[in-house]
Each structure stands twice: as C-alpha cells, then as structure tokens.
C-alpha cells in the first residue's frame, strides 16, 4: 500500500476545526432565518451572491446563506489547503493515494502551449498524438475514406462500453445532438442482451462500426457485449477477417485489444491517469467527436479549459465551483440534507443528472478518510433529477412541501436552439416561476380569502427552500465543456474538504466479485446439478434455485 499523498494540504479533520463548531452554531440562526426577508432588507443580495465567467451566470443569492455563512466556509476551504489541493491536482500528483495515480483529465483539455510534466515524462505529446488521431479517425470516418469491409460506407456508430466509458459519452452526445451530422450514434452498456439487441435491431452489419470503449478491456458487461458484437457481425458478413474493419478500441489495454481481433491502428489509448467517470474528455469520447465532428469535439475540449483556468487562478470567494462546494458542504453537514436536485431546463440535458449521479456519488460516497478512519461527518449526499418542466409534474410537490431540505441547481439557457413559437419563454417562466415560489413560498396570509380553512394548511408553503440558478447563454459544445467542467471541479473541492479520495471507487467491487463466483454456480444449476450452496445465506440460494433451475423445471428446490 502506497503513503497517503498528504501533500501541503491540512492535517486536521475538518470537524474538530473550530470554524467547523461555528458553523454549527451559526447554522441554529440561519434555520430561523427568511430568504424572502434577506431580500427585502437587502436589493444587492443577488448581486453580492452571484458569479459570471464569460456567458455563464451562476446566482446562489436564493440560497440560505449570509455574509457570514459565506466567511466561515471559505475559512474551512482554507483551513482545509484547498488552493494547494487544487494545485497538486494540475500538477500532476498523485492525489488518488489508494491506487497511487495522478488525477490528470484537466491535461486532456489543456488548450495551452508548453508542457505537463507527470514525474520526468511530459504527458503533453501523448495527449496532443491521440486527439491527432482522433481528428484524423473522424475525418475518414465521417467523408466515407474508412469504410466497411465490404466497401460501404459505416452508417452508424455503436459504442461498447459501461459506466464512465459510457455515461459521458451518451450525456454528450445527446446534450449535442443539435449539432449531430455525422453517422447514427448507439450506446449499448447493459449486460442484459435486451440493450444490445434493440440497439442493433435495425442496423446493418456492413455499415456498422462497434467502439469498444474500456479503459480495462476486462470490465464483464462490455467484453460480453463486443463479443456478441462481434459474433452478430459474423453472422452478417461470414468473415472473421472483417473485425479489423469494423471494431475499433479505447483502451488502456493494448495486449487485449490485439487478443480481441482489432490491429493497432484501431486502437486509440488513454493512460491510468485518467479516471473512468472524467474520461469524456480523452479517446473515450471518440464516439461524441464522430456525432458531431472534431473541431466541435474541441470546443468542448476549449469550454472546460476556461473553467479550468477559472479554478486554477481565481480566488476561493470568486470561484464558482469552489462556492458551489462550499454550498454543497453547507446544506450536507450543516443543515442535514440528504441529497441535492440537478434540474435543467433543457430537454438535450435529459441525462445530465444521470451523469453527475456517478461523477458525484461515485466520487465522494465514501466511508473513510484519508487516514483509513471512519468519517464522524457526512460525505456526499445522494443526487438526483430531471429534466424541467417534467420535474414540476412529477417530484416537485416534495421540493415545495415535503419534509426535506433539498438544495436545488437550476440550470437553463436564455436562447433556445429551437426557438418554435413560445415555448422557450413558457420553458424558462416555469425555471424562475419554480425558484421564486421555492424561496418565496406562500404564507396563511396570502392564501384567498374563499379557500375553506379545513384547505388553507394544504395551501401553505413554506419556501426558504434553496435554489441554484445557473444561466448561459446557449447550449453549445463550449458551453457544455465549461458546465461540466465545473460540476468536477465542485466534486473535487467538496472531497477534498471531507478528507476522502474522490477518485477512487473501491466500493464497486465486492458485487463485481460475487458477480463472478455466481457464475459459475449458475451454469451448474441450469445444467441440473446440485452445487453446493451453503456458502450463501438462505435468501440468495432460494433466489438462485429458483434463477438458474434448467428450462422447464422452474419449480425446482
Ligand atoms: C468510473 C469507474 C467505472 C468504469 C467502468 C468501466 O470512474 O471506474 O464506472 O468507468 O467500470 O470500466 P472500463 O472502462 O475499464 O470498462
């Protein structure tokens, strides 16, 4: 087991600081305190609690916070060595301490002359050669000169793979399909056969590209899925040679790329340094870059090194994603909410919660410190959402008046890409709509005076509950590059304020391996043997008899 990297960050668990105790104590008056109220006193609020970079917007004034809420939190961001954090993140140290490993997807991105030295290597012509090639990939691809191997043209692009090597991918892609000109784009990542079979149901063989996108190339759901690939392609061209042609890798793992059947000039590479769930940015968005073309890939690309720039130099009081973390630490310890909403007013953002689900939960669900002790404090909350207006008819009635505090991110755009009629004003009246009524609420008082009183405290809401308004201009590529590159940035701080490794992800092993023992078990029992089970608890054996019992015999045991 490598050492802890400590690096010049803070020694002291963040809940024995003193500011931590005050910010207890500050948070008793602020449970008491009226958001409505705090605007009244105060017409400058929204511009003392707001932040822009470029066309980005964030307004965090109709959150429950004072000046002081916000002094004693950057105090803890401090105290916590968030700035020395942040820059042994840029430069390259191994800050993911339990697998000894860089955190370096800010390198794919880096949009700046000059090197990055990881130890004595410069990583910076390893990045620039594979998107080289990426560029030319797409090229060839997208104006027919890489065809099938039967000389047509690949029509449509089917991406292999499961969990970071998809989830970004198909948010991306389909928060940009605006943009789309190029072949149609499949994700399959299921091990269940239903996603593969749908998803090739209508294709064509010889125009059909698979991606098998792995950074392992070992993961069980996408090697099962690329061998079915494969042999579904068998079955359509009756040539194995034609794997060459029609599989292409993003893989850590050339010895099993070769051993599959794709040659290395398929082969696109990326490096332990980048983690699964921030690998959009490397070869893993090979199939996004196909969609929309490569130069927009770039925009991407050029979007998220403004926010890294932001990050990396602006100070802790006017860095948005550092506010937003401090935010997020607020209402998980402070005011004991449990989980947070992402909300966008946008329907190409259909999956952005889905994907933040795993960057956040899979980032900062954690048990245990850097020191290996157990956290006497909450890390991340658990998150969800949905695309607005959907929401407002579906969870929303818990929002505005269930029990829970559930800190709230809007996320719009002022200009729509489809601007039909007036549905973009209807779209974004219901964003503002929403957070003023969550703030505002609605008191006795304002309820009309022909509601029967049985009905008035149904009527009542109570508002003080938090929003987070988060406005650019348009959803482009840059754009997009740019808010998601924030929310990472926000995750890291947030880690690195609970002392836990945002970058690894122990915990999703142990069913992996179980996973593994069934198997085999499994093929016992549905071929009518009688494998010894005891090794399982009553539960698990009776679902596994009753599972796997051979064909027509599922009554058995
Ligand atoms: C993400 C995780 C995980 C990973 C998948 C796929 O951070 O590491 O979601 O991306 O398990 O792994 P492979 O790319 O190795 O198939």
Not at 212 to 226: G, I, L, P, R
Not at 266 to 285: L, M, N
Not at 330 to 346: E, K, S, V
């Given at each position: ?300 690309l050029d979007g998220a090194f403004e926010m890294d720039e932001h990050f990396r130099h602006q100070p802790l009081e006017e860095n948005i994603p550092v506010i937003l ?27 952005f919660a889905a994907y933040f689900q795993q960057a956040d939960m899979e980032s900062n669900g954690k048990r245990v410190d850097r020191d290996g002790e157990i956290l ?179 009554e058995r045991g």
């Amino acid at each position: 087991m490598t050492q802890p990297f400590i690096g010049k960050y803070s020694d002291r668990r963040p809940d024995t600081s003193p500011v931590w105790k005050r910010l207890e104590e500050h948070s008793q008056s602020i449970v008491h305190s009226d958001l409505r109220e705090m605007f009244e006193r105060d017409p400058q609020r929204f511009a003392r609690f707001s932040l822009a970079n470029g066309d980005l917007l964030v307004d965090y004034s109709k959150n429950l916070i004072t000046d002081e809420t916000l002094h004693l939190l950057l105090e803890l961001a401090r105290e916590a060595g968030i700035e020395s954090a942040r820059e042994a993140m840029f430069g390259g140290g191994r800050i993911n301490w339990t697998e000894n490993r860089a955190v370096l997807h800010v390198a794919l991105r880096r949009r700046a002359e000059g090197a990055l030295f990881l130890e004595d290597h410069d990583i910076m012509p390893d990045v620039r050669r594979v998107l080289e090639r990426m560029r030319k990939f797409c090229h060839d691809l997208r104006s027919g000169l890489i065809r099938g191997a039967s000389g047509k043209k690949i029509g449509a692009v089917v991406n292999i793979g499961i969990g970071g090597s998809d989830l970004g991918p198909v948010m991306i892609s389909e928060a940009l399909r605006h943009y789309q000109n190029g072949p149609t784009l499949r994700f399959v990542s299921n091990v269940d056969a239903t996603d593969f079979v749908e998803k090739t149901r209508d294709l064509k063989p010889e125009e059909t590209l698979f991606i098998v996108a792995s950074k392992t190339f070992t993961t069980q759901e996408t090697m099962t899925n690329a061998r079915t690939a494969r042999q579904w392609l068998f079955e359509g061209l009756k040539d194995w040679s034609a794997v060459s042609k029609h599989f292409v890798a993003l893989s850590t793992n050339s010895d099993a790329v070769r051993e599959f059947g794709i040659p290395a000039e398929r082969q696109f590479e990326f490096w332990d340094w980048v983690g699964g769930r921030f690998s959009s940015w490397s070869a893993i968005g090979l199939s996004i870059a196909i969609g929309i073309g490569f130069d927009r890939f770039e925009e991407l690309l050029d979007g998220a090194f403004e926010m890294d720039e932001h990050f990396r130099h602006q100070p802790l009081e006017e860095n948005i994603p550092v506010i937003l973390a401090l935010l997020g630490i607020w209402y998980r310890n402070f005011l004991g909410a449990a989980t947070q909403a992402i909300l966008p007013y946008d329907q190409y953002l259909h999956r952005f919660a889905a994907y933040f689900q795993q960057a956040d939960m899979e980032s900062n669900g954690k048990r245990v410190d850097r020191d290996g002790e157990i956290l006497e404090y909450d890390s991340g909350p658990v998150l969800w959402g949905e695309a607005g207006t959907n929401g407002q008819h579906a969870f929303f009635q818990l929002i505005h008046q269930g029990t829970q505090l559930i800190p709230c991110d809007f996320i719009g755009f002022v200009h729509s890409l489809n601007p039909v009629g007036d549905h973009h004003r209807k779209l974004m009246a219901n964003f503002l709509a929403q957070t003023e009524a969550l703030m505002r609420g609605r008191r006795p008082g304002e309820i009309g005076d022909d509601c029967p009183d049985e009905l008035r405290p149904h009527k009542v809401f109570p508002g003080n509950r938090p929003t987070t308004s988060i406005l650019l201009d348009r959803l482009t590529p840059r754009s997009l590059g740019k808010l998601i590159a924030m929310y990472e940035h926000k995750i890291f701080v947030e880690g690195v304020i609970w002392r836990i490794n945002s970058f690894d992800q122990w915990g999703v092993e142990l069913g992996k391996e179980l996973a593994k023992k069934i198997l085999p078990e499994a093929e016992a029992l549905a071929s009518g043997a009688n494998p010894d089970l005891s090794r399982h608890d009553s539960s698990t054996a009776a679902l596994m008899r009753r599972i796997f019992a051979p064909d027509g015999d599922e009554e058995r045991g």
